[in-house]
T-cell receptor
Framework: LAKTTQPISMDSYEGQEVNITCSHN???????ITWYQQFPSQGPRFIIQ???TKVTNEVASLFIPADRKSSTLSLPRVSLSDTAVYYC????????????FGSGTRLLVRP | GAGVSQSPSNKVTEKGKDVELRCDPI?????LYWYRQSLGQGLEFLIY????????KSGLPSDRFSAERTGGSVSTLTIQRTQQEDSAVYLC??????????????FGPGTRLTVT
């Protein structure tokens, strides 16, 4: 499975847009890119998933360049409640899909 | 509807004792996964079930760890002769491939295991 690299931590302020970039240089043709969010003392929660170009839902946007060697999770106008760890995962969507988590990015949103 | 539930939420046990952790997946979800998360770390995959069978046990760290799933629903993770390095949060997740986002897994709140 493709290894991912993302910043260990990021700081932001309420109302700002936050962009978290993940590198996955060895992504395979059949790999998808998925982002999860984890609050303290809770299990991870699915945020968004994409294969190429741009995906947007009610929570976030995911930007994937043509070479797919990186991706950027964009959180618009963050609030204090967006303080969490964000994980970038890369892997194939098949019947034995197991999530391989890295260390994630700890986002701290300040007032 | 009800999400994934796990019990107990916390478990403190003495080194050398056996423990059983339970997971109730979302009704109808055929796939079930166990992960563990050590303090401040990312999640580590343990085992995957499709129905009652476990096609991928590659993440079980030793033969002290085992898991079963009955009736395609509830799963139990058993750790025998617990060691202090087994202390972690054990997370269960389930998924259905009828979901619009293939590969989306729904996680339970976890069981925090402390081995003293």
């Amino acid at each position: 499975l493709a290894k991912t690299t993302q910043p260990i931590s990021m700081d932001s302020y309420e109302g700002q847009e936050v962009n978290i970039t993940c590198s996955h240089n060895n992504i395979a043709t059949n790999d998808y890119i998925t982002w999860y969010q984890q609050f303290p003392s809770q299990g991870p929660r699915f945020i968004i998933q994409g294969y190429k170009t741009k995906v947007t839902n009610e929570v976030a946007s995911l930007f994937i360049p043509a070479d797919r060697k990186s991706s950027t999770l964009s959180l618009p106008r963050v609030s204090l409640s967006d303080t969490a760890v964000y994980y970038c995962l890369v892997g194939p969507m098949d019947s034995s899909y197991k999530l391989i988590f890295g260390s994630g990015t700890r986002l701290l949103v300040r007032p | 509807g009800a999400g994934v539930s796990q019990s107990p939420s916390n478990k403190v046990t003495e080194k050398g004792k056996d423990v059983e952790l339970r997971c109730d997946p979302i009704s109808g979800h055929t796939a079930l996964y166990w992960y563990r998360q050590s303090l401040g770390q990312g999640l580590e995959f343990l085992i995957y079930f499709q129905g009652n069978s476990a096609p991928d046990k590659s993440g079980l760290p030793s033969d002290r760890f085992s898991a079963e799933r009955t009736g395609g629903s509830v799963s139990t993770l058993t750790i025998q002769r617990t060691q202090q390095e087994d202390s972690a949060v054990y997370l269960c997740a389930s998924s259905s491939y009828q979901d619009s986002s293939l590969g989306e897994q729904y996680f339970g709140p976890g069981t925090r295991l402390t081995v003293t």
